[in-house]
């Protein structure tokens, strides 16, 4: 079973709307565009900081979270919004109307604000089941759930380890690894994610 997520994605210079991209994988292909000569205004970590709380702001009418957002400025804006829904295990959050309805709410906030270009891109999606996990409230969600680690600081000899996380605490993460319990400080995980185990999957279905 391959990793999959929904995804809907916005061109601004575009009238009419691109049709959702469903059940791509994490490292889904994109449309391609011919890239825009148009200038960019400047994304500034103020405006990062805004476009967050309106993310937020649209996941919560709708009844759901925001998981993360990426931004990306290459000759004009990439916004990434990753949204869930509260309590659902990963792969089974969100469906592609959802993403649609997140999507528009913040096309109107972005449209009316004149420090967004005219030029932008806008993908709303879910994290995807193996998601990044990048801070403490990533791992809150996630405890109870097997996370893959790479280690600055080997564990049992090595720098890649996936254990169940027991639980997160102070910067401190209880990872239970081959039945081993072991505390591992947060600023030793060089990178985190969630860990999926797809055969398992194949076999129940």
Not at 25 to 44: A, E, M, N, V, W
Not at 151 to 172: A, I, Q, T
Not at 177 to 200: G, M, N, T, Y
Request: hydrophobic content about 35%; overall charge negative; charged content about 35%.
């Amino acid at each position: 079973m391959a990793e999959m997520k929904v995804i809907w994605r916005r061109d601004r210079r575009r009238l009419e709307e691109e049709a959702p991209h469903v059940g791509r994988k994490r490292k889904g292909r994109r449309r391609q565009h011919q890239k825009s000569t148009t200038p960019s205004k400047p994304l500034t970590p103020e405006l990062r900081e805004e476009i967050h709380g309106w993310a937020e702001e649209a996941a919560e009418v709708h009844g759901l979270y925001v998981w993360d957002v990426e931004f990306l400025v290459q000759g004009r804006w990439i916004v990434r919004v990753y949204v869930d829904r509260p309590g659902a295990e990963p792969g089974e959050g969100i469906n592609v109307s959802q993403c649609a309805e997140i999507s528009r709410y913040l096309e109107a906030l972005f449209d009316a604000d004149e420090r967004v270009p005219e030029v932008y891109v806008l993908e709303v999606s879910s994290p995807g089941i193996e998601r990044p996990l990048k801070n403490a409230a990533h791992l809150q969600r996630v405890v109870d759930h097997d996370v893959e680690l790479v280690l600055r600081e080997p564990v049992k000899g090595k720098n890649k380890v996936v254990g169940r996380l027991v639980s997160h605490d102070d910067g401190v993460l209880t990872v239970e690894i081959d039945e081993e319990i072991f505390e591992i400080d947060w600023d030793d995980v060089a990178r985190a994610k969630l860990k999926f185990d797809f055969s398992k999957e194949s076999k129940n279905r």
